[in-house]
């Protein structure tokens, strides 16, 4: 059974701009009703189905699949709600990855940070760029920010 246990802060400054590559992401909720979420992705040049349940904490099941990016971009127009667009750069700092998300669309203005854990209880070198954790606040996860976009809080 796949798990991602993943906590999510919001960043303190701009200093992590230089450290990375962004790469741009088109996503879509096929379901997204609170119990599971049904995602397709496509990042760059590649595409994901992405299946998750409710989170408990930090951690929630999740199973993801590459499927060819035609696909995905067929599968993108199936979906519900309209597309979040964002731009990731994966950065390294002291042995773990962090994703910063620079959203665009609705939700431009909103940057994250999210690292992934192998346990709920696993400690982590915090980088300085980092702020205040929200990684319990549902109105930061990407299903809610399709239909409740950052531009209406």
């Given at each position: 059974?796949?798990?991602?246990?993943?906590?999510?802060?919001?960043?303190?400054?701009?200093?992590?701009?230089?450290?990375?590559?962004?790469?741009?992401?088109?996503?879509?909720?096929?379901?997204?009703?609170?119990?599971?979420?049904?995602?397709?992705?496509?990042?760059?040049?590649e595409?994901?189905?992405?299946?998750?349940g409710?989170?408990?904490?930090?951690?929630?099941k999740?199973?993801?699949?590459?499927?060819?990016?035609?696909?995905?971009?067929e599968?993108?127009?199936?979906?519900?709600?309209?597309?979040?667009e964002?731009y990731?750069?994966?950065?390294?700092?002291?042995?773990k990855?962090?994703?910063?998300?620079?959203?665009?669309?609705?939700?431009?203005?909103?940057?994250?940070?999210?690292?992934?854990?192998?346990?709920?209880?696993?400690?982590?070198?915090?980088?300085?760029?980092?702020?205040?954790?929200?990684?319990?606040?549902?109105?930061y996860?990407?299903?809610?920010?399709?239909?409740?976009?950052?531009?209406?809080?």
């Open positions: 059974m796949g798990m991602e246990i993943e906590r999510k802060f919001l960043l303190s400054n701009d200093d992590w701009r230089t450290l990375g590559i962004p790469i741009h992401y088109a996503q879509g909720y096929l379901v997204a009703d609170g119990e599971r979420t049904v995602r397709v992705r496509i990042a760059g040049t595409g994901f189905l992405t299946i998750k409710k989170s408990k904490g930090f951690s929630r999740e199973f993801e699949y590459m499927v060819p990016v035609e696909d995905a971009l599968m993108l127009g199936l979906c519900n709600f309209p597309t979040i964002k990731r750069t994966k950065i390294g700092y002291e042995g990855v962090w994703e910063i998300d620079e959203f665009e669309g609705e939700n431009k203005g909103l940057i994250m940070a999210e690292i992934e854990l192998i346990s709920e209880d696993e400690t982590f070198a915090v980088p300085p760029w980092i702020g205040q954790e929200v990684t319990g606040d549902v109105r996860f990407n299903s809610f920010l399709v239909k409740n976009p950052f531009k209406n809080w």
